[in-house]
């Protein structure tokens, strides 16, 4: 029997605690030894999970350590260390999130000229014919789900923060656009990427859409919608459109939910095939972004229980504690599309990929998840 939301949060410590001091107690002379140094898409997540431990359970020292990276990795004159502008990769884009709360609570100048420069590099961006940002610059005429997660929310917050008007609709258009170009209309579900030119292997030669869902590009994409939602203004002509679709997905991300774990499989469209397997950073991005958008009233019809059974069954099939403090297990790796070691898109492929415990990739959702679930279930601030 599933466990209800107050007992899935009823411990001595909170899980959200838990998970933060895991990664502090990783740390080596105050910085993450997988962090240090480098500017990239999941330290990025990372630190702002961080950011709202600190937060939501009024512990400065979890944001102590967001700050210290980030600040030794913007130089006086805001250039972002290891950062390249033109290579145009959405996926440098993320950790440009962690700037806004620094700016803010600094004042720094470096910090809104840092800011700056990433939203120079998607004025820039190159583009599909309809304005859909490429992934990468070395992926020619390629939308990925992962990408519209690196940059919508952080143009929905920049557009909140300075009042940049555009911005708002800059970042509708992505979500939308992609939503359009790679939804199954058998499934409702997302596939992981599209391609206008339909010149990749990974691709259907008619539609253009990768050959199948996978369970983490679905998760990216979810929380991007809700990310970027919580920064638009309610007025804003795209802002209904937006939640539309995500009721409509989160229906359909309900009903591949595997019914006996409460979990979601590495690739979606596939439960049950031989070889697939249900996935911890999917299974927590799907049930961090469904619970935020329940929680902001986002998602009307959806059932509690789909988000309950989730988090429940998180805690029960993927996590262990000892005395290293929380893990996190059967989480993939890496998996993408394309590139010079070739990855087709195949189901083959996406069940080949290594499978791996405690890396960031799904330890920052979880962090995040766990949360949203405190918050859910009205754990005292």
């Known amino acids: 029997m599933a466990q209800t939301l107050a007992e899935v949060t009823s411990q001595k410590r909170r899980m959200s605690v838990k998970i933060a001091d895991t990664l502090l107690s990783e740390c080596k002379d105050g910085d993450h030894p997988k962090l240090a140094g480098k500017w990239g898409y999941v330290g990025g997540m990372t630190l702002m999970a961080l950011e709202r431990a600190a937060q939501w359970n009024n512990n400065p020292i979890y944001a102590e350590l967001v700050h210290r990276h980030m600040d030794a990795l913007i130089e006086s004159d805001g250039t972002i260390r290891t950062y390249r502008l033109e290579d145009y990769n959405l996926d440098m884009i993320n950790e440009g999130k962690n700037l806004f709360t620094q700016w803010k609570r600094s004042g720094e100048e470096k910090y809104y000229q840092a800011i700056l420069q990433l939203v120079a590099q998607l004025k820039g961006q190159p583009r599909t014919s309809e304005g859909g940002f490429w992934h990468k610059k070395i992926y020619p005429f390629q939308m990925w789900l992962d990408g519209i997660y690196m940059s919508s929310p952080f143009l929905a917050e920049y557009a ?113 095939r031989e070889g697939n397997y249900l996935e911890a950073s999917a299974s927590c991005m799907l049930t961090y972004a469904l619970a935020k958008g329940q929680r902001l009233n986002y998602l009307a019809e959806l059932d509690p229980k789909v988000v309950e059974n989730a988090y429940a069954g998180i805690l029960k099939q993927f996590v262990t504690e000892d005395e290293k403090g929380v893990h996190l297990h059967r989480i993939c790796h890496g998996a993408g599309l394309g590139g010079k070691k070739y990855r087709d898109g195949s189901y083959a492929y996406y069940i080949s990929e290594e499978i791996v415990s405690d890396v960031q990739m799904g330890v920052a959702p979880f962090l995040l998840a766990s949360i949203e679930m405190e918050k859910m279930a009205g754990v005292e601030e």
């Open 160 to 272: 909140s923060t300075f009042d940049h008007q555009n911005s708002f609709d800059e970042a509708a258009r992505q979500i939308l656009l992609i939503e359009r170009k790679t939804r199954d209309p058998r499934t409702g579900l997302l596939c992981h990427a599209w391609d206008e030119s339909r010149e990749q292997r990974w691709c259907d030669k008619e539609t253009g859409q990768s050959f199948h869902v996978w369970g983490r590009a679905m998760g990216w994409y979810a929380m991007a919608v809700v990310d970027a939602l919580e920064h638009f203004p309610i007025d804003h002509p795209q802002s209904g459109q937006i939640m539309g679709i995500f009721e409509r997905m989160a229906q359909a991300i309900a009903h591949a939910q595997d019914q006996e774990s409460g979990l979601w499989y590495q690739v979606m469209d596939q439960n049950g």
